[in-house]
């Protein structure tokens, strides 16, 4: 059993609890025990280094020092908003203090943004060796959003322009990932409450997109793109006279349908566009759990 240090985020504890679910489920059943930091907060999100730079370091500072009192290497983190202001925390720290080595009593667990940590080789074996139900048949895109990968000098992704983490998964889980040009593209992320009409657009491009490349579902690892695409897509449509239809998966929800868990339904049936129906029509759900 590995243990990791865990940091869920806000949003994670209300709007995203399906994410959660799917999180702690597929975790337990890969042997990866997931410990909450203690008494964490919120990281500041998208309003703290608009408002105040010192409160969007600190913020997220407090969680890495409270994080580092469990002593685990690693820390999984589902949001890529939150996993960016952590790195952007420790760029931070590093600017500082540039020295080889860290200055003792500062040294933090590896961050992983959730998708890529899941889509590392050993993970995939464990991954592929639960497998009950091949997803085939099932051609998605998969969308990353525009924080877990860049910049790439707080992130250290490689491939930032073309991040793979979540193909790799849903290949391995025996459905077809569609590439596609959008896939680090901004879903509006919170416009969509500051200023709904360009936050819309935002929406609106990205769906075309992924309907013009024959996408059936969009397989995502950001509560913040999933409820942006989820949620305002019969606002869409009712603006446009578009028609989409188009479910927005968690890549943690797919894993749990593709080695037919019985929760899966259950998480699945929380999206404001059902997924089900496209399941049931492909043979890959006995009906909801």
Same mark, same amino acid.
Not at 76 to 82: M, N, Q, R
Not at 142 to 165: F, V
Not at 182 to 204: F, H, R
């Given at each position: 059993?590995?243990?990791?240090?865990?940091?869920?985020?806000?949003?994670?504890?209300?709007?995203?609890?399906?994410?959660?679910?799917?999180?702690?489920?597929?975790?337990?059943?890969?042997?990866?025990?997931?410990?909450? =930091?203690?008494?964490?907060?919120?990281?500041?999100?998208?309003?703290?280094?608009?408002?105040?730079?010192?409160?969007?370091?600190?913020?997220?500072?407090?969680?890495?020092?409270?994080?580092?009192?469990?002593?685990?290497?690693?820390?999984?983190?589902?949001?890529?908003?939150?996993?960016?202001?952590?790195?952007?925390?420790?760029?931070?720290?590093?600017?500082?203090?540039?020295?080889?080595?860290?200055?003792?009593?500062?040294?933090?667990?590896?961050?992983?943004?959730?998708?890529?940590?899941?889509?590392?080789?050993?993970?995939?074996?464990?991954?592929?060796?639960?497998?009950?139900?091949?997803?085939?048949?099932?051609? %998605?895109?998969?969308?990353?959003?525009?924080?877990?990968?860049?910049?790439?000098?707080?992130?250290?992704?490689?491939?930032?322009?073309?991040?793979?983490?979540?193909?790799?998964?849903?290949?391995?889980?025996?459905?077809?990932?569609?590439?596609?040009?959008?896939?680090?593209?901004?879903?509006?992320?919170?416009?969509?409450?500051?200023?709904?009409?360009?936050?819309?657009?935002?929406?609106?491009?990205?769906?075309?997109?992924?309907?013009?490349?024959?996408?059936?579902?969009? %397989?995502?690892?950001?509560?913040?793109?999933?409820?942006?695409?989820?949620?305002?897509?019969?606002? =869409?449509?009712?603006?446009?006279?578009?028609?989409?239809?188009?479910? =927005? =998966?968690?890549?943690?929800?797919?894993?749990?349908?593709?080695?037919?868990?019985?929760?899966?339904?259950?998480?699945?049936?929380?999206?404001?566009?059902?997924?089900?129906?496209?399941?049931?029509?492909?043979?890959?759900?006995?009906?909801?759990?």
């Amino acid at each position: 059993m590995m243990k990791a240090t865990y940091y869920p985020g806000c949003s994670l504890e209300g709007v995203a609890r399906d994410y959660a679910d799917s999180i702690k489920c597929v975790c337990a059943l890969m042997d990866v025990e997931l410990q909450e =930091i203690p008494d964490w907060n919120c990281c500041g999100a998208t309003a703290a280094h608009s408002i105040n730079r010192r409160a969007s370091i600190e913020l997220p500072r407090r969680n890495l020092r409270l994080a580092r009192t469990l002593g685990n290497p690693d820390m999984l983190v589902p949001c890529p908003l939150c996993f960016n202001r952590l790195k952007t925390a420790v760029h931070d720290l590093e600017l500082r203090n540039p020295c080889s080595e860290p200055p003792q009593g500062l040294e933090f667990p590896k961050i992983w943004d959730l998708a890529a940590f899941f889509a590392t080789d050993e993970k995939l074996e464990k991954i592929a060796s639960r497998v009950q139900k091949r997803l085939e048949g099932l051609s %998605v895109v998969s969308y990353y959003g525009c924080m877990a990968s860049r910049p790439p000098y707080i992130t250290g992704a490689p491939d930032y322009e073309n991040p793979l983490s979540l193909d790799k998964i849903v290949k391995t889980l025996g459905a077809t990932p569609i590439d596609w040009p959008y896939k680090t593209d901004c879903c509006g992320a919170s416009l969509i409450v500051s200023m709904p009409g360009a936050g819309l657009k935002m929406v609106e491009k990205l769906l075309d997109m992924a309907r013009r490349f024959g996408a059936e579902a969009v %397989v995502v690892s950001c509560q913040m793109c999933q409820g942006n695409l989820d949620m305002y897509q019969d606002r =869409i449509e009712a603006d446009t006279g578009k028609h989409y239809g188009l479910p =927005i =998966i968690y890549f943690t929800e797919l894993i749990g349908l593709a080695w037919r868990l019985a929760e899966a339904g259950g998480w699945l049936s929380r999206h404001f566009i059902d997924p089900v129906p496209l399941l049931l029509r492909k043979g890959l759900m006995a009906g909801r759990g």
